[in-house]
């Protein structure tokens, strides 16, 4: 979907993903009012329904590619938010968000998270996956004591995200929605699933 950022990146230097933020941070919070709901392998938390499928749900003629790129952005914070609630019907105590993988490079990205969940959130200097298991590594070895003292010593926090309120309420509202677009569209989900797992529609 991204070809002609990917041809730019080459030709300017700059980081693709640089270049996509910029297009996003051009279109309004909502998108236009464009949904994405990224069930593109089924989805595990909260639903562990293999049959759903991920959409684009609410496109118009307006719409340009950046309302996709940002309605995109924006459905998979929805996801956290959405699996999050499991969380909070357990009466489990949060106090603080942080952010790793690929993702949380993304200021953009990174921003909208802490709108969609109207909280404060963090952005470790080191948010790569094996860094964990290096810390792991450390604590077996005996160079960390424990697990909360590999963390105090070497997880610092580079950067922090504050809560844009002008956009924390309108993104509640959308929350709402999202939740309902998948309530209606499950089982539409699952007779598309059922006619693929049936042969009439063929691989490619």
């Keep these: 979907f991204c070809y002609e950022e990917i041809q730019k990146s080459k030709e300017s230097g700059d980081n693709v993903f640089q270049l996509i933020d910029r297009e996003v941070s051009n279109v309004p919070t909502g998108s236009k009012g464009m949904f994405f709901h990224p069930y593109l392998l089924g989805e595990r938390a909260p ?14 003629m307006a719409h340009r590619k950046a309302h996709f790129l940002r309605a995109l952005m924006e459905g998979v914070a929805f996801s956290l938010k959405d699996c999050y609630r499991v969380i909070e019907n357990m009466g489990i105590e949060v106090n603080e968000f942080i952010l790793i993988g690929g993702g949380s490079k993304s200021n953009i990205w990174s921003q909208i998270v802490c709108d969609i969940f109207g909280e404060k959130v963090s952005r470790p200097a080191v948010s790569d996956a094996s860094f964990g298991a290096a810390l792991l590594a450390g604590v077996g070895i005996g160079i960390f004591s424990s697990l909360k003292e590999a963390v105090k010593k ?22 709402k929605i999202y939740i309902k677009i998948h309530d209606n569209l499950q089982s539409i989900y699952s007779n598309i699933s059922s006619i693929i797992n049936e042969g009439e529609i063929n691989e490619i």
């Design 154 to 175: 070497c997880n610092k926090i580079k950067k922090e995200y504050i809560p844009d309120y002008s956009r924390v309420g309108l993104y509640k509202k959308l929350f």
């Design 47 to 60: 639903y562990w329904d293999p049959s759903l499928r991920a959409s684009f749900i609410g496109a118009e």
